[in-house]
C-alpha cells in the first residue's frame, strides 16, 4: 500500500524524532517550533499510521521521510569580501578564526554531524587558501572565475547542476547551535526578528509561512539572515531562469536572492524562524569583536601588526575600521586609535610589477618636506603597505571649476619648480612600453588598431622630446581624486606611486585625460599654468602629452584586464583620448616640418 504523505506537522515531529528518538514532547515542540499541544497530536497520528512506534521512527517512518532528505550542501566562498577590509587584503573571510574555530571548517562540522556529506565550496578569491578543504574534510572545491565580476549568482551557476535538495551556504556565517537537519520540508530561507527598524532584507509572510515579498528596509519584521535550503522543485526552476537571465547586463551584478525575489510568485519558498542569537553574519570587524572580544589579540594579522609597528598602539586600540573607496591599484582602509584617525593603503595585485616603492618612499618624503602631503607618516618600500592621516570630511577638487583649477595648476607649477631631484625618471612612452611587455607576456595583442596606436605614439615622442621643455620633479597621478582638502581648506596631494624626473607636461597630461577636460577646459588650465596665454608651441607640446598619458594608461589598463582585474570605463576614457589627440597634435607637428623643408 502507497504511503500518504506526510503533513507538515507529522514531518516536523517525525525528523526530530529521526534525530533523537528519546526527545521528550517539550523539546521537540521547542525543536520544531510547534506548540506541546500541536506535537502530542502529531505524535498520536503519526504513532497510529504505524510511522513510529514507542516514540522512535519506525521503517515504514524513515521511507516516508525519504523524499525529504538533504543531499548535500554549497557553500559559497568565492567573494572579495571588500566590508571587512583590511583582513580581506590578506585571506578571505571565511577562513579567520572566530572563537577559536575557522569560520568555514565550523560550518562543514556542523553539516556533517547532520549527515550531510556531500559538500561543495565555491571559491574565487585567494581560493587556492581553501583547496586544504579537500584533503581535510573531503568537501569538492568549484572555482568560480567571476567572482570579481559579477555577484554571487556566479557562484551557483558555476555549480547548478548540483543543485537539487540543497544547502546553500555562505562561508562566513557563524551558527551558535547546528541549524542543520538532515530532513527539510521544503525550499526556505532561514530568518531572525528584528524589533524596530532595520535596514535588512524584511518579509512579507503569507499563509502556510510563504515568502510573499521582500523589501529594502522595515520595523518590528522577519528579516532574511544566514543560509537557505532548495528543495528539489525550487532548484529546477531556479536553475532555468539563472541560465535564462544569466547574459542580460542587468543580471551580472545581482544576489541570488535579488533573482528569487524577481520571481517570487514563480519560486515557492517558505521563512524558517530562528531565535535571535543562533545566526551571526558580521558586516564589519567592529561587529565580530562584539562577538569575540579576543579576535584582534588572537588574529593571526600582518596588517594588524604593521600598524601596531609603525603608530605604536595596541591591537585592542585599533576600532571604527572600515573600506574605503578603492582605486584602480590599491585597496585602502580606515581605522582609528586612541591617536587619531589614518589610512591603511594595501598594495594591489600585480603592482609590484608596475610600481617602483623605493621611489615612492623617497618622492613620499620630499612631498612631506616640502609641504604639499602632511598625511604621509611610512609606506614600506619592499611591500609597498602604507600607512597615512585620514582626514575628516576631507573634499576633492572641482576639475571642472575654474577657480578650483587655477589652484591645481598652481600646485603643478610649485612642484615643477622645486629645485629637487630623485633617482627615478618617469617617461610616458617608456612607460607603456613596459606595459606593452608585460601585456605581450599574456599572448599576441589582437586588439583592432593597438599596433598602429603604438606606432603613432612613438612618432609623438620623438616630436616632443625635440622640444625644449622643463624636466623636473612630476607627480603623475596628478588629478582631482588625489587633491585633498581638509575643513580648513589646506591641501594634501596624496598618492606619489608614479612620481619622478620628467617633462613637466606630464602633470597637465594626465589631468587633463583622468579629469575628462574637454578642450577649452584644458586651455583654461595652461593658462592658469603659464599665467599668461600660452604659445602655439607650449600648447602644442603639452596635448603632445594628453596623447601620451593617454596612450600609457590605456595600454596599463588592457595589462590590468589581461590579469583579470576590471578597470571599467577607464579603459575606453584613456584610449579616446589618445586617440583623439594624437592624430591632432601629430598634425601640429608635420605641419611646421613641412614648413621647416620648404
Request: include cysteine; proline fraction near 3%.
Amino acid at each position: 500500500m502507497a504511503e500518504r504523505e506526510l503533513q507538515k506537522n507529522e514531518f516536523a515531529v517525525l525528523a526530530a524524532l529521526e534525530r533523537d528518538p528519546r526527545a521528550s514532547q517539550r523539546e521537540l515542540a521547542r525543536r520544531t517550533g510547534l506548540s506541546v499541544g500541536t506535537v502530542n497530536a502529531a505524535a498520536k497520528t503519526l504513532e497510529a499510521s504505524g510511522l513510529t512506534a514507542n516514540g522512535s521512527p519506525t521503517d515504514r517512518g524513515r521511507t516516508a521521510l525519504a523524499p525529504y532528505r538533504v543531499e548535500n550542501a554549497v557553500i559559497m566562498a568565492a567573494g572579495m569580501s571588500t566590508r571587512f577590509a583590511p583582513i580581506s587584503y590578506e585571506k578571505p573571510k571565511g577562513l579567520l578564526r572566530v572563537r577559536g574555530e575557522v569560520l568555514v571548517e565550523r560550518q562543514i562540522e556542523q553539516l556533517r554531524e547532520a549527515g550531510i556529506a556531500d559538500i561543495t565550496v565555491v571559491v574565487g578569491y585567494k581560493k587556492e587558501y581553501f583547496f586544504y578543504l579537500e584533503e581535510k574534510y573531503g568537501v569538492s572545491i568549484v572555482v568560480n572565475n567571476e567572482y570579481a565580476s559579477r555577484n554571487n549568482n556566479s557562484s551557483l551557476m558555476a555549480v547548478r547542476d548540483r543543485l537539487g535538495s540543497t544547502y546553500v551556504c555562505s562561508s562566513d556565517d557563524y551558527f551558535t547551535e547546528n541549524p542543520f537537519d538532515p530532513y527539510q520540508w521544503k525550499a526556505c530561507y532561514s530568518a531572525a526578528f528584528q524589533e524596530g527598524p532595520t535596514r535588512e532584507w524584511c518579509l512579507d509572510i503569507g499563509s502556510g509561512d510563504r515568502i510573499k515579498g521582500v523589501t529594502i528596509g522595515g520595523a518590528d519584521a522577519w528579516y532574511m539572515i544566514g543560509h537557505a535550503y532548495f528543495d528539489r522543485a525550487f532548484s529546477q526552476r531556479f536553475v532555468e531562469i539563472l541560465e535564462a537571465e544569466y547574459d542580460l547586463p542587468q543580471t551580472a551584478d545581482k544576489l541570488w536572492e535579488e533573482l528569487y525575489v524577481d520571481h517570487i510568485r514563480e519560486l515557492d519558498m517558505v521563512v524558517r524562524r530562528f531565535a535571535p542569537g543562533v545566526i551571526y553574519e558580521f558586516d564589519s570587524l567592529d561587529e565580530l569583536r562584539e562577538f569575540d572580544p579576543l579576535f584582534l589579540e588572537n588574529v593571526d594579522s600582518e596588517v594588524f601588526d604593521n600598524i601596531v609597528d609603525v603608530l605604536g598602539c595596541t591591537k585592542t586600540e585599533i576600532r571604527d575600521v572600515y573600506p574605503l573607496k578603492q582605486g584602480l591599484t590599491n585597496l585602502s582602509c580606515h581605522f582609528r586609535t586612541d591617536g587619531g584617525e589614518f589610512v591603511y593603503r594595501h598594495p594591489g595585485v600585480g603592482t609590484e610589477q608596475l610600481i617602483d616603492r623605493s621611489a615612492e618612499v623617497a618622492a613620499l618624503n620630499l612631498a612631506k618636506k616640502m609641504g604639499i602631503d602632511d598625511t604621509f607618516i611610512y609606506e614600506d618600500p619592499q611591500k609597498g603597505w602604507k600607512i597615512s592621516h585620514f582626514i575628516p570630511n576631507a573634499r576633492q577638487l572641482d576639475p571642472h571649476d575654474d577657480a578650483q583649477l587655477a589652484r591645481a595648476m598652481a600646485v603643478a607649477r610649485e612642484i615643477h619648480s622645486w629645485d629637487v631631484s630623485v633617482e627615478r625618471s618617469f617617461d610616458f612612452f617608456e612607460e607603456g612600453l613596459r606595459y606593452d611587455a608585460l601585456l605581450r607576456e599574456h599572448g599576441p595583442v589582437d586588439v583592432p588598431g593597438y599596433e598602429e596606436m603604438l606606432a603613432k605614439a612613438r612618432r609623438l615622442r620623438e616630436f616632443a622630446a625635440g622640444d625644449e621643455a622643463l624636466r623636473c620633479l612630476t607627480h603623475n597621478d596628478f588629478f582631482y581624486l588625489n587633491f585633498l582638502f581638509d575643513a580648513e581648506d589646506r591641501l594634501a596631494l596624496i598618492d606619489w606611486e608614479y612620481a619622478g624626473m620628467a617633462d613637466y607636461a606630464n602633470d597637465f597630461g594626465t589631468f587633463t585625460v583622468c579629469c575628462e577636460l574637454d578642450e577649452v577646459e584644458a586651455l583654461a588650465a595652461l593658462r592658469h599654468y603659464f599665467g599668461r596665454e600660452p604659445t602655439f608651441e607650449e600648447m602644442r607640446h603639452n596635448f603632445a602629452f594628453v596623447a601620451l598619458a593617454g596612450w600609457c594608461w590605456y595600454v596599463w589598463s588592457l595589462v590590468k584586464e589581461a590579469e583579470g582585474d576590471f578597470v571599467g570605463e577607464w579603459l575606453y576614457i584613456y584610449y579616446d583620448y589618445a586617440r583623439k589627440y594624437m592624430d591632432k597634435v601629430l598634425r601640429w607637428y608635420d605641419t611646421e616640418a613641412m614648413i621647416s623643408e620648404e
